[in-house]
């Protein structure tokens, strides 16, 4: 490595991945994945019945540990509720309604919406024997929002945002041995920003066993100096001991390359930290020609911080990290490696078509290699922390990232929010700047704002010395936060004079946080207010606002200014901004909520990427516009272009630096055909041909997919008889799927209400008018009939001291509807010995490996009031206090969805789709009227 001469060099470790270890070396810690096997259920927001009585018990749950009630009690009964794997969004799922939230696209979850506000997960999970002795914990990545967590019936605590990751310590209360139970209760009802945000467990969970003296969580740091041809490594680690040990510790830290090899260790003796306590501790290492971390190369190395006692490892802590330096010049921009880069950034929010925020992570890399493939450098985390498995992937990519914060103040709701990002981001060498805030118009332009930041900006140097810190900023540029903030981070060129206040303070760095804010519709042309289309030519969106031309040209030209972010990358839910309802997506995007293109991308590959580029708008099948004119545009970084309309030219015109190309052309069928020169020598050529009528289904695997990866994004479109793209169908397709599972459709449009999945319905219907009549013998099987004589509420004033020697319980339920294809089953609670359970006068028999549960064929059912009818010999009360159950339970009544389907848009749709774990073949099939069938088949 050559040596660098900059006055800062700094080392980043990255991402901090526990080590895994088989389950049998107990030792060491195991971090094992949780996400599958979940049952789920809605609550209710203020309907306590609703929400299965909880927090209802004489004794509360904060008044007693161990009393957690309803659901989060152990022993709730959750057979009829949903099961489903984790990642899980439960706003994706809803249909959309005028009613709900503009900001989070009109989905019928959250505010408003109290019945699908609160949801209830729950999962058992074995915890061996030879665990005991160990540290066991619950790690949550990100739950939205304010989750109470209960393990077997205590409650271990409440995290109200929904962008933070939270552990629990249950070790206390683990049934060794034995089933577990974990419960969160979720409540969305509440939004923390103003774009769509999901709701429920959106992120991983990890159940973590550690040896009671460990690597504290998130509990490495890694700094770096480089020195002529190494790179000398501090590293720290935060060792926490939760056990009685008090004699010496062994720490060894090694650094491994990426290939696995060791290239430097260290090892020490210290003194164990005192019970509950934690010692930092640091090691000094070399790293002999390091290969650093970079956009084009991101080179990574792992750092093994291993814990011994008495020789034998006790903890193993893997930290990955990469080598590079960052610096900000006030007036030559931003510096990675000592080279200058400008940021070519994007912001984004975290989710995707069809999946809502539940991304699996595939799909996080899916989307960092979009943005890399529009020559893209930099990700504004807007306006939250986001999951560690997109920093992941802006590591393993070569992704500049500012990382934000979600709420400026000082209190310990914020500055606790922000220490836990930058604690657990800040080995990422991807992260580059911090963000401790964004737009906040109360008090941007004033003391409070500058007094806030002022805190931030010191408490965020406090815990991470190596990177700035920066706000988005919109109103002004003049006072408040803008005068003391370290990197200056302009919201818009038409929020106040840019070049005035750089300089006033011509010592503070500045970058475009925020640029852009165009709006438009993928493979539209025309704007068309009545439709809520944009036209996807690069416009002036609001009068004071730029297009994205006017703002890359300002940065561009400007060598003081680090870059900008375009806001946005991809369209996201909520903000359908200049429209409302029925638009439920935004129109900022650069690409559509599946990652298509708009044209914009093209505009931006011309001048942020490398390569050559040469691209023409519109399309060209303008049936019924013959001889009207049509806008031509060509993006390109070729010096000159020459446009032909069926071989006739047009002309040639002269590409001017950060520009694109215009042409009035009348139209008429054929082809429309590009060709770009460079020094005179035509290098490119493009074409868009007027098509024949769609024929195929054509479906394929999306470029920005990794080979091999479990889930994949596959590209749903429609070709005419030679096989060519048609970019105006519009047809819905049907798909059926082998050897997996759909995730999610999507279609790019802003106006499609259509389903985002297509899951079964599960209806639960308790039994209502529940009576009881005494009977004179303990026969389970008599007759009795449903004469009017002797009922009375069940369980009401029994006097268990003298019951009769059994009783007939009688009640109803209602059936929406008795679809033949419905599963209807009663999950029974025990309410009495030998039950007997009769659907309108039939029968039933238990299921053969429940039998508390009752299969109701839809023969024995009709549509409205069902009558069922219980005789059961009473449970007798061991002890005066007993609380007899007297529940006879829930009516489960699941409807199949109708198949997966979506509608194309403007020649494209998307499906998500996940293959099975032992799978070796997936195959996706697509109908639709009129086409010819399409099939898609994935091999191991
Ligand atoms: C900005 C804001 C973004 C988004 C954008 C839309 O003011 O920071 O979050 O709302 O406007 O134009």
Not at 583 to 599: A, E, I, Q
């Amino acid at each position: 490595m050559k040596s660098i001469s900059l006055n800062r060099f700094f080392f980043f470790l990255v991402f901090s991945i526990p080590f895994c270890i088989s389950a049998q070396k107990h030792t060491e810690r195991e971090l094992i994945l949780i996400d599958k096997d979940w049952r789920f259920s809605f609550g209710h927001l203020y309907d306590t019945q609703k929400d299965f009585n909880h927090a209802t018990g004489y004794f509360s749950y904060l008044a007693k540990t161990g009393y957690g009630d309803g659901p989060a009690a152990p022993a709730f009964d959750d057979r009829a509720w949903r099961k489903l794997d984790l990642p899980h969004d439960w706003a994706v799922e809803q249909s959309f309604s005028e009613k709900a939230s503009f900001s989070h696209g009109f989905k019928t979850a959250g505010k408003n919406f109290p019945e699908k506000s609160i949801g209830w997960y729950r999962k058992k999970i074995n915890i061996q024997e030879t665990d005991k002795g160990r540290i066991i914990s619950l790690k949550f990545d990100g739950v939205f929002r304010n989750s109470k967590v209960f393990f077997n019936g205590h409650y271990l605590g409440t995290e109200e945002s929904g962008y933070n990751g939270f552990e629990y310590d249950i070790t206390a209360y683990v049934n060794y041995g034995g089933e577990n139970t974990i419960v969160v209760r979720v409540d969305a009802s509440m939004e923390e920003g103003w774009f769509y945000e999901g709701a429920g467990i959106y992120r991983h969970v990890y159940l973590k066993k550690t040896n009671p003296i460990h690597v504290a969580e998130n509990g490495t740091y890694v700094t770096t100096e480089i020195k002529e041809n190494n790179a000398e490594v501090t590293a720290d680690v935060t060792i926490e001991n939760k056990g009685s040990y008090k004699g010496m510790i062994e720490v060894v830290q090694t650094i491994l390359e990426a290939s696995g090899k060791q290239i430097a260790t260290i090892s020490e003796n210290t003194t164990t930290p005192d019970f509950y306590k934690t010692i930092h501790y640091t090691s000094k290492l070399q790293v002999n020609d390091p290969l650093l971390w970079d956009i084009e190369n991101p080179n990574l190395y792992r750092l093994v911080t291993e814990i011994k006692q008495d020789g034998k490892i006790i903890d193993h802590y893997e930290t990955t990290f990469g080598i590079r330096t960052i610096k900000f010049d006030a007036e030559k921009g931003f510096f990675l490696n000592g080279k200058s880069v400008k940021l070519k950034g994007t912001n984004n929010h975290q989710d995707h078509a069809g999946i809502g925020t539940a991304l699996p992570d595939e799909l996080q890399y899916f989307r960092i290699k979009k943005l890399k493939g529009i020559g893209s450098n930099a990700y504004r985390c807007s306006h939250h922390p986001p999951t560690p498995e997109l920093l992941k992937a802006c590591d393993e990519l070569g992704m500049l990232v500012i990382d934000e914060t979600r709420l400026m103040g000082i209190n310990d709701y914020h500055l606790n929010n922000l220490k836990r990002m930058i604690e657990r981001d800040r080995n990422h060498p991807s992260i580059f700047c911090w963000s401790v805030g964004n737009e906040e118009w109360k008090i941007e332009g004033g003391i409070v704002g500058e007094r806030i930041t002022n805190v931030m900006q010191g408490f965020t140097k406090s815990i991470d010395t190596t990177r700035p810190v920066t706000v988005g900023i919109s109103s002004g540029f003049k006072s408040g936060i803008s005068s003391v903030v370290e990197i200056m981070g302009y919201n818009y060129l038409g929020n106040g004079d840019i070049d005035a206040h750089r300089n006033e303070f011509k010592q503070q760095p500045g970058m475009g946080t925020e640029e852009g804010s165009t709006f438009a519709t993928r493979g539209i042309y025309f704007t068309d207010d009545a439709k809520h289309y944009q036209s996807a030519y690069d416009k002036k969106p609001r009068p004071t606002f730029y297009s994205i031309e006017e703002g890359w040209k300002f940065y561009a030209t400007r060598p003081y200014l680090a870059g900008l972010f375009i806001w946005t990358g991809f369209d996201y839910r909520g903000e359908p901004t200049p429209y409302g309802w029925p638009s439920v997506t935004s129109y900022f995007g650069m690409m559509d909520v599946c990652g298509f293109p708009k044209d914009n991308v093209f505009y931006l590959k011309s001048w942020w990427g490398n390569e050559p580029v040469l691209h023409i708008m519109p399309h060209w099948n303008w049936s019924g516009m013959e001889g009207k004119e049509i806008d031509v545009w060509a993006y390109s970084n070729c010096d000159e272009v020459e446009l032909f309309l069926n071989k006739k030219s047009l002309g040639k015109k002269k590409m001017e630096q950060y520009g694109h190309l215009e042409w009035k052309v009348k139209y008429t069928p054929g082809t429309l055909e590009a060709i770009g020169y460079k020094n005179g020598k035509k290098v490119l050529s493009e074409i868009q041909k007027t098509t024949e009528n769609p024929e195929n289904i054509k479906l394929s695997v999306d470029k920005g997919n990794r080979t091999n990866s479990n889930v994949v994004v596959v590209t749903v479109e429609t070709t005419d008889k030679k096989g060519a793209h048609v970019p105006t169908a519009n047809h819905e397709i049907t798909f059926s799927l082998k050897g997996g599972k759909i995730l999610g459709v999507g279609n790019g449009n802003p106006t499609s209400l259509e389903k985002d999945q297509f899951i079964d319905n599960i209806e639960l219907l308790p039994i209502t008018d529940f009576e009881e009549k005494k009977l004179a013998s303990a026969d389970s099987n008599q007759k009795v009939t449903d004469s009017e004589d002797n009922w009375q509420e069940a369980f009401k004033d029994r006097d268990y001291k003298n019951q009769a020697p059994a009783y007939v319980y009688r009640g109803k339920f209602d059936l929406k509807s008795n679809l033949k294809t419905n599963t209807v089953t009663f999950f029974y609670k025990k309410i009495g010995a030998n039950a007997v359970i009769s659907v309108n006068g039939n029968k039933i028999a238990p299921s053969t490996e429940d039998d508390q549960k009752y299969a109701f064929n839809t023969s024995v059912l009709k549509q409205g009031t069902n009558a069922i009818q219980i005789i059961a010999q009473p449970l007798q009360k061991l002890k005066e206090w007993d609380v007899m159950n007297t529940d006879p339970g829930i009516i489960q009544v699941i409807t199949p969805s109708e198949p997966w389907k979506r509608k194309l848009f403007n020649g494209y749709a998307q499906i998500i789709i996940q293959k099975e774990d032992n799978t070796n073949e997936v195959v996706l099939s697509a109908a639709a009227k009129g086409l010819n069938a399409g099939s898609l088949t994935l091999k191991k």
